[in-house]
């Protein structure tokens, strides 16, 4: 699986949590309930310009945006990425939780949501399930 990963301006404090998922990941399979995570890539750098917090924030509720983004993420491609992104982790803080979205670029398949108390963000194992509940579910829409 392909993700692009952008955060919400109130999150960026949490933005090293998401490179060290990737290498996490790499390093052994994350888990969360019934889905283990697959990641192929995760970036969080090389992404479409198109692709901003605003517009990923705004594809949670917004069908229309949700469309917006998907046409974004599948139709990116660059030297390291040959067929676009399957998906998208956005994060923002809201109260005392870091919401965590996961988006499908197919727009017909519903946000996931996961939220974690700030008092427990900064613990990477815990970090890596909300993200892995985030995106586990979500499907690869191409094969590599």
Do not use: W
């Amino acid at each position: 699986m392909h993700i692009a990963a952008i955060a919400g301006k109130t999150a960026l404090p949490y933005a090293d949590s998401v490179k060290q998922l990737l290498a996490d990941n790499a390093a052994h399979m994350i888990s969360c309930g019934d889905y283990a995570l697959s990641l192929a890539s995760l970036s969080s750098t090389d992404l479409p310009r198109q692709l901003t917090s605003e517009l990923a924030l705004a594809a949670v509720r917004d069908k229309a945006k949700h469309k917006k983004l998907g046409k974004i993420l599948t139709g990116f491609r660059s030297e390291t990425l040959k067929r676009g992104f399957d998906a998208v982790l956005t994060y923002e803080v809201q109260g005392t939780q870091l919401r965590l979205y996961g988006i499908s670029g197919a727009d017909d398949v519903k946000v996931v949501v996961s939220s974690l108390p700030l008092s427990d963000a900064s613990d990477q194992k815990k970090f890596n399930i909300a993200a892995c509940k985030a995106l586990a579910s979500l499907p690869v829409l191409a094969a590599p």
